[in-house]
């Protein structure tokens, strides 16, 4: 366990130093998009917590914001098993790195385990893990409720 834990805490460290070489060899810049676009966020034990993707994505340094096209974003259990436990599915969204937060006026789709639901304006917070849509929802619940009229 401590071994796996050291070996992705050095497999980030590479990466790190891989885009650090990258970044100063690249002119990036705000006025050209990102081609297939991945954001991973990690807990500070070295677990995947979240990552998103997407076809293209145009970062704006202003606000320190991505808006993403085609948005794909995994959340994961943050623990060693690695479960995706949600998938959010959307053709545009704003992601707010430092606030941990993904917004859209455009529709989703929120996948897992326990349901499935769509809508149009949306709002995810992964401090909290809470996903709130505003219009035209609809949820599918894949388990049994017990005694929910009683």
């Known amino acids: 366990m401590i071994f796996y834990r050291q ?9 790190a130093i891989a885009a650090v070489a990258f970044a100063a060899t690249t002119q990036i810049s705000p006025d050209k998009p990102v081609i297939n676009f991945r954001l ?4 500070p034990e070295g677990y995947r917590s979240w990552l998103v993707r997407g076809s293209q994505a145009q970062y704006l340094p202003k ?3 991505v808006d993403v096209k085609d948005l794909t974003l995994s959340v994961f259990s943050g623990k060693s098993d690695d479960k995706m436990t949600t998938m959010i599915l959307s053709p545009t969204a704003k992601v707010l ?39 035209k929802v609809r949820v599918t619940l894949h388990g049994e409720i017990k005694n929910f009229l009683k």
Do not use: M, Q
């Open 97 to 135: 790195p430092d606030k941990s937060l993904v917004v859209s006026d455009s529709t989703i789709r929120v996948i897992n385990d326990d349901f499935e639901a769509t809508g149009t304006g949306w709002r995810y917070d992964h401090k909290e893990r809470k996903t709130t849509i505003d219009k």
């Open 63 to 65: 606000n320190n914001e």
């Open 40 to 43: 991973p966020n990690f807990t």
């Open 7 to 15: 070996r992705i805490l050095f497999l980030s460290c590479l990466l």
